[in-house]
């Protein structure tokens, strides 16, 4: 069966998903090699900082099979020496004639010459293939590149009506097992996790992200002090303006910050205006608001008008909670 470019640049986007979690700071890039008959050849995905590129990847594994083939990758492939060489110079000795690409990468150090020198080779180049599909999958990336700052994403787990902390203080489990599980690739996708200095007091939390009998350990960062014994140590300290601690991270090649908790530092960021997307999961259970804590608690709004409106991106079942994605 053959497939078309849409459909061969999906199949590169879950070879990309592969490397969600060792990749950053470079791009999780899925690449394929499809041969003259539409059929795939070989397939891969970027490896951890220092060695191959998705496309590397991808040509080594094809061999011989890329010359006169087609290479269909998901980010615009880089033209400058880095950690790696060139993948442009790789792709070219490799005889691949046409290259399929998602979106041009905003990396100063790419930003189209990528593209420019391949054509300069006299390949064919096609662009925005599956654009879309590809922003949302490298969304905190292209983010990254742009800004200089890391993608925000603040997560939520309360009780349908918003609750996280019930009148004598309990929250421990609001949310059910398949939730916290969902909850920490989260954590593995985000290179640092936010909390406030009262969430280490109160829970004592490790903030690492547990899949199975793998533990990742992002950078744990307090708003305030944390105290000695707390297991989130070694961790960074920040007290002050929250935007400065952004730029501080990007500048660490944080690329993705995850925003735990609790209600003020969830309310602090998205009171500055500085989270791209909230994670809310909803469990199916009611609390009222006589004497519980709110979800966003720290956040007030004077008007109608100052709502922080957002965008609905994805609404799931896992187990019996709902996850919701909002773009802000």
């Keep these: 069966m053959t497939l078309d470019a849409v459909e061969l640049m999906a199949a590169a986007i879950e070879e990309g998903e592969k490397a969600r979690y060792h990749a950053p700071p470079n791009p999780w890039v899925g690449a394929l090699v499809v041969g003259p008959d539409g059929r795939v050849l070989a397939q891969g995905h970027t490896?951890?900082?220092?060695?191959?590129?998705?496309?590397?990847?991808?040509?080594?594994?094809?061999?011989?099979?890329?010359?006169?083939?087609?290479?269909?990758?998901?980010?615009?492939?880089?033209?400058?020496?880095?950690?790696?060489?060139?993948?442009?110079?790789?792709?070219?000795?490799?005889?691949?004639?046409?290259?399929?690409?998602?979106?041009?990468?905003?990396?100063?150090?790419?930003?189209?010459?990528?593209?420019?020198?391949?054509?300069?080779?006299?390949?064919?180049?096609?662009?925005?293939?599956?654009?879309?599909?590809?922003?949302?999958?490298?969304?905190?990336?292209?983010?990254?590149?742009?800004?200089?700052?890391?993608?925000?994403?603040?997560?939520?787990?309360?009780?349908?009506?918003?609750?996280?902390?019930?009148?004598?203080?309990?929250?421990?489990?609001?949310?059910?097992?398949?939730?916290?599980?969902?909850?920490?690739?989260?954590?593995?996708?985000?290179?640092?996790?936010?909390?406030?200095?009262?969430?280490?007091r109160a829970d004592d939390p490790r903030l690492t992200a547990r899949l199975g009998d793998i533990v990742l350990e992002p950078l744990r960062v307090v708003l305030g002090h944390a105290p000695a014994t707390a297991r989130v140590r070694p961790c960074l300290e920040h007290q002050g303006d929250l935007g400065a601690l952004l730029d501080d991270l990007g500048q660490m090649d944080v690329v993705q910050v995850l925003v735990e908790g609790g209600p003020?530092?969830?309310?602090?960021?998205?009171?500055?205006?500085?989270?791209?997307?909230?994670?809310?999961?909803?469990?199916?259970?009611f609390a009222?608001?006589?004497?519980t804590t709110g979800a966003l608690a720290g956040l007030t709004t004077p008007t109608l008008g100052d709502l922080r409106r957002g965008r609905l991106v994805g609404v799931r079942q896992i187990g019996d909670d709902i996850r919701m994605d909002v773009e802000i």
């Design 47 to 200: 490896q951890v900082p220092g060695e191959a590129h998705a496309e590397i990847d991808a040509l080594r594994r094809a061999g011989e099979r890329a010359r006169g083939a087609t290479l269909v990758v998901t980010l615009e492939p880089c033209a400058h020496q880095g950690r790696t060489g060139p993948c442009t110079e790789a792709i070219i000795a490799a005889g691949i004639e046409r290259v399929i690409v998602g979106v041009v990468d905003p990396d100063a150090r790419v930003a189209g010459r990528g593209v420019a020198r391949l054509r300069e080779a006299g390949l064919e180049v096609t662009l925005d293939v599956a654009a879309p599909a590809v922003r949302e999958q490298l969304g905190a990336y292209l983010w990254h590149r742009a800004t200089g700052r890391p993608y925000v994403v603040a997560k939520v787990a309360a009780t349908l009506d918003g609750a996280v902390a019930m009148a004598d203080g309990t929250s421990q489990w609001i949310t059910g097992e398949a939730a916290r599980r969902d909850a920490h690739v989260l954590r593995a996708q985000s290179q640092a996790i936010v909390v406030g200095a009262g969430t280490v």
């Design 288 to 291: 009222g608001s006589r004497e």
């Design 264 to 285: 003020r530092t969830v309310s602090a960021f998205l009171d500055a205006r500085l989270v791209n997307r909230v994670v809310w999961y909803a469990a199916p259970a």
